[in-house]
């Protein structure tokens, strides 16, 4: 299986066809097989890398659990994967670490798309919050901080996304458990950004035909 080793990290990934990098980034409390399914979509054209983040999956870490330590390690695998210019496709959680990565230049990356994503937690619903809570008071350990992250982080504003200079694509549903308005406000403040709400979409649109369509027009225009 393949490894790669940080300072603080082993990452697991998987790696598919040739071409472009892509990466593929999970969300809270997943592991890189939720996108398993990109895999025969992209891969004709592209070099489509699956990453566990840290503390998830199959991937050790040290890190403390936080999105901005989770992004340093991403950033950290580009770096030693010798990847060139690769765009970030991040779902949840995986937006952030992509958001984070872009704002503070921790890896040259050439494109980004969000999924669902929040940058602060003022964009989660009130029915997410109360989830979240429900899911603490059952959970314990790693799972459970992996969770409780959700509702500290992440801290951006718009002054950051403002420095995010590369291409980015903003998706989400049009149910989804963050607000549209702030997904609006997300597309708003960064600079190189288009929109795509997904008609009747929830949270969990990865897999929808209509994201996979999105995401390939927008690579097609990079």
């Known amino acids: 299986m393949p490894y790669i080793s940080t300072d603080y990290s082993t990452l697991y990934y998987r790696t598919f066809g040739k071409g472009k990098p892509l990466i593929f980034l999970h969300g809270n409390n997943e592991d890189s097989a939720i996108f398993d399914s990109v895999v025969s979509i992209f891969s004709d054209n592209y070099s489509v890398y699956l990453i566990d983040s840290p503390h998830h999956g199959k991937s050790a870490s040290s890190v403390n659990v936080s999105y901005y330590d989770f992004a340093k390690e991403i950033a950290s695998f580009i770096t030693l994967a010798s990847l060139t210019a690769p765009i970030i496709i991040g779902y ?12 503070n230049n921790y890896a ?7 999924i669902g994503a929040n940058f602060n937690c003022d964009g989660l619903k009130q029915s997410c919050v109360n989830s979240i809570k429900r899911e603490l008071a059952v959970f314990s350990g ?3 901080d992996i969770t409780a992250l959700m509702l500290s982080e992440p801290k951006l504003t718009k002054e950051d996304l403002a420095r995010v200079s590369v291409p980015t694509l903003v998706i989400a549903g049009e149910k989804d458990l963050i607000k549209t308005s702030h997904t609006k406000a997300l597309a708003s403040a960064l600079p190189h950004a288009e929109l795509k709400i997904i008609k009747d979409g929830k949270h969990f649109v990865v897999n929808h035909q209509d994201c996979f369509d ?9």
């Open 214 to 222: 999105a995401i390939k027009k927008y690579l097609k225009n990079q």
């Open 92 to 103: 949840s959680d995986g937006g952030i670490i992509g958001l984070i990565i872009a704002a």
């Open 108 to 114: 040259k990356i050439s494109g980004l798309v969000t």
């Open 142 to 144: 790693i799972d459970r």
